[in-house]
């Protein structure tokens, strides 16, 4: 029986830890863009888990797989081999990147990114600095998330993530998001890999630009570098195509060395992977690298996760879910100019990945009326929910929309006209 001798805000804060700024929202029940509250309140759910729930709530392929895999067999030990998992390895493989690798199964994004970390040392180790000395050094980006284990924060380029927690894990060093001379000049003998998001999601919804893309992927060509791309947020469709980087144009050529993923791989259900390129190193080959008793996840690449992360894609190739993702962030690109909205200076972003860019008087102005500790795009998500449209800020300044790929034209317009709304409300 449920117990409503307490109320859920109260709940959290007698018992659960205060790690998230939550907003004061219960979610209960969704149904593909739509969310409900305890008290039936209706949101339309822009904020998807934030980027997880690609399919939607409730979308019936993966409520068959979620009746159906848990009846054969939820999860099994990776001491044995489960047909799902091979078929899901080949699948990222051939239908996703679509270049020879294999793959390794984790929970989360964070882990999959400690993965490729450990990746990058075993292959600093078997590919050496001239003097002989391992290489450990590994390139990311200012601005760039890449998760909150003591791995995965060193690698992120946000000092509000990492402070209070050091001494980090050490030989990451942080480089500004698409300046090709920067990263040049940032580079070392030590250098072994670089690990970027070509869509920066936390960061603010940041493209990298193709030049960019192409001279980092030359450098590590010419230098022997590892080329990683964490795909957690931008990737499985979101930006217009399987994978994110792909949706920049003119990285036709580029093929990483070692992707992550997780959010919307699972669409809901957790799951992270790892893909790692055939190509050779020493006798053997990039792929091979992390041999037995070398990494792990008891709850990795189970058969209940890998059903589920194989309908997804089969759901979003099938329904071409991807190309939508394009058309619909061209047209919300384009709508979005022309409704000319208040308190925005640009609006950025790949398909159903945007951004909205607060103005500098808008911050001031929220700043003033909600107190100097409260960012101004909080003001705003919280402002849009209450009028029953669920964002997501990203970093001070930005509010981001990250609708389902199911998410449709009137959707999306009924989601711009509570924008509107809202932001000449909170101008006035
Ligand atoms: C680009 C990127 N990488 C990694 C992560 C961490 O993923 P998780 O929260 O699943 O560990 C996130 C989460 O927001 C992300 O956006």
């Given at each position: 029986m449920e117990n409503h001798d307490i109320t859920v805000s109260q709940l959290y804060d007698r018992f659960v830890a205060p790690t998230y700024g939550r907003f004061p929202i219960h979610p209960k029940r969704g149904?593909?863009?739509?969310?409900?509250?305890?008290?039936?309140?209706?949101?339309?759910?822009?904020?998807?888990g934030v980027a997880v729930n690609s399919l939607g709530h409730a979308h019936p392929a993966l409520l068959e797989?979620?009746?159906?895999?848990?009846?054969?067999?939820?999860?099994?030990?990776?001491?044995?081999?489960?047909?799902?998992?091979?078929?899901?390895?080949?699948?990222?493989?051939?239908?996703?990147?679509?270049?020879?690798?294999?793959?390794f199964f984790s929970n989360s994004g964070t882990e999959a990114n400690e993965g490729l970390i450990k990746l990058a040392r075993r292959f600093g180790e078997a590919v050496p600095a001239a003097n002989g000395n391992p290489r450990r050094e590994i390139i990311s980006f200012l601005g760039s998330f890449h998760g909150r284990s003591t791995g995965a924060m060193a690698a992120t380029g946000q000092d509000k993530v990492r402070?209070?927690?050091?001494?980090?894990?050490?030989?990451?060093?942080?480089?500004?998001?698409?300046?090709?001379?920067?990263?040049?000049?940032?580079l070392t003998e030590d250098s072994v890999a670089v690990l970027l998001e070509a869509v920066q999601g936390e960061g603010g919804v940041r493209v990298a630009t193709p030049e960019?893309?192409?001279?980092?992927?030359?450098s590590c060509r010419e230098r022997n570098m590892l080329l990683l791309f964490d795909e957690v947020q931008c990737g499985m469709g979101r930006c217009g195509e399987l994978n994110g980087w792909r949706a920049i144009g003119e990285t036709d050529g580029i093929i990483p060395d070692g992707i992550s993923w997780a959010k919307g791989l699972g669409a809901g259900f957790p799951i992270g992977a790892i893909w790692f390129k055939d190509r050779p190193v020493g006798e053997g080959s990039l792929c091979d690298l992390?041999?037995?008793?070398?990494?792990?996840?008891t709850y990795g690449g189970s058969p209940l996760a890998c059903a589920i992360a194989k309908v997804v894609i089969e759901t979003i190739v099938s329904e071409r879910l991807e190309k939508k993702a394009a058309v619909l962030g061209d047209k919300i690109i384009n709508e979005a100019s022309r409704r000319e909205l208040p308190m925005i200076s640009a609006v950025r972003g790949l398909g159903l990945m945007i951004g909205f860019q607060l103005d500098s008087e808008a911050i001031e102005a929220m700043a003033d009326s909600a107190g100097k500790d409260r960012a101004a795009s909080l003001v705003v998500v919280d402002a849009l929910a209450d009028e029953g449209l669920l964002t997501v800020p990203a970093g001070s300044d930005v509010v981001r929309w990250l609708p389902p790929l199911v998410v449709t034209e009137a959707e999306i317009d009924k989601a711009f006209d509570i924008m509107d709304k809202v932001l000449n409300k909170l101008i006035t």
């Open positions: 149904k593909g863009a739509d969310l409900w509250d305890e008290n039936g309140k209706h949101y339309l759910d822009f904020s998807a797989v979620f009746a159906s895999q848990p009846a054969d067999l939820s999860h099994c030990s990776n001491l044995y081999q489960p047909r799902g998992q091979g078929e899901l390895a080949r699948m990222l493989t051939e239908q996703v990147v679509q270049a020879p690798g294999k793959c402070s209070g927690f050091g001494p980090l894990m050490g030989n990451f060093v942080h480089l500004p998001f698409n300046d090709i001379e920067a990263f040049h000049q940032g960019f893309l192409g001279a980092v992927a030359e992390l041999g037995p008793g070398s990494h792990g996840a």
